[in-house]
């Protein structure tokens, strides 16, 4: 327990000095599910097709973690430890091995002009019951108004696309429910080229899951900074 502090500490302290520590702040964070190997690998491969096409595309690596978004939100720093408890209950309370998903095909949302490719995961009842326990665990603590500060910066020099601030400001409710659409993104690309690559078969798989974490959110959405390591 004094070792959890300690990291807990230190973790809010890093994510403080990094969005100035005023009252004023928020980090956008997304409370995701860690997809099983059989996922990573076919998000990895398709990751690699991508950069091939657009190089300057992102990997996936430990700053583009391959991830399933169940919560997006914003929430004030001083929030956090008690956001990490409440994610963390949802873990313990559900049992992730006899959780089977299943990934039915590609697509892209047109991003500021290029393609944001990823993988669709059938919405089943196991995975919107998981969602709806997120979302009365960690929606208590939810902020308005995040921009570009909340976010961990890109290193790359890329632009953020203003749509990404109001996504994720509105994904409770526009993202859930009904409305909910679990992916995992695999990168960027060109428009064209993506919907080339989608009208090919896409053999369906199953995959399981290995885990749920909290991250702070990077540019295009993606798992950045992980929050919650001191559990």
């Known amino acids: 327990m004094p070792y959890f502090r300690f990291a807990l500490g230190l973790m809010i302290m890093t ?13 956008a964070i ?6 099983g ?46 956001v990490l408890a409440a994610a963390d209950a949802v873990r313990r309370s559900h049992d992730l091995s006899q959780l089977e998903m299943r990934a039915t095909g590609l697509y892209h ?38 921009g570009e500060s909340a976010f961990v910066p ?7 696309e203003p749509t990404l601030f109001g996504y994720v400001g509105t ?13 995992v993104t695999v990168g960027i690309g060109p428009l064209d080229w993506l919907d080339e690559l989608e009208q090919q078969p896409f053999p369906e798989f199953t995959f399981g899951a290995v885990g749920i974490a909290t991250y702070q959110l990077g ?10 390591e001191g559990f």
């Not at 009842?125 to 009365?136: D, G, N, R, S, Y």
């Not at 890109?154 to 953020?160: I, L, N, Y």
């Open 171 to 183: 994904f409770v409710p526009d993202q859930t429910g009904e409305r909910f659409n679990p992916h």
């Open 219 to 228: 540019n295009f959405g993606t798992a950045s900074r992980p929050l919650d």
């Open 15 to 27: 994510v403080l000095s990094c969005t100035g520590g005023g009252q004023g702040d928020l980090i």
């Open 109 to 146: 949302p047109d991003w500021g002009g290029i393609g944001l490719e990823a993988i669709a995961i059938e919405p089943s009842e196991e995975l919107l019951a998981l969602q709806q326990a997120v979302i009365e665990a960690v929606t208590p603590f939810a902020k308005s108004g995040g």
């Open 37 to 82: 190997p059989r996922m990573v690998a076919e998000a990895e491969a398709l990751n690699a097709r991508l950069r091939e096409e657009m190089p300057g595309g992102f990997a996936l690596d430990e700053e583009h973690v391959p991830h399933i978004t169940l919560v997006q939100s914003y929430v004030a720093p001083s929030d956090l430890p008690r």
């Open 154 to 160: 890109d290193t790359s020099g890329t632009p953020f």
């Open 30 to 35: 997304d409370v995701l599910l860690q997809p």
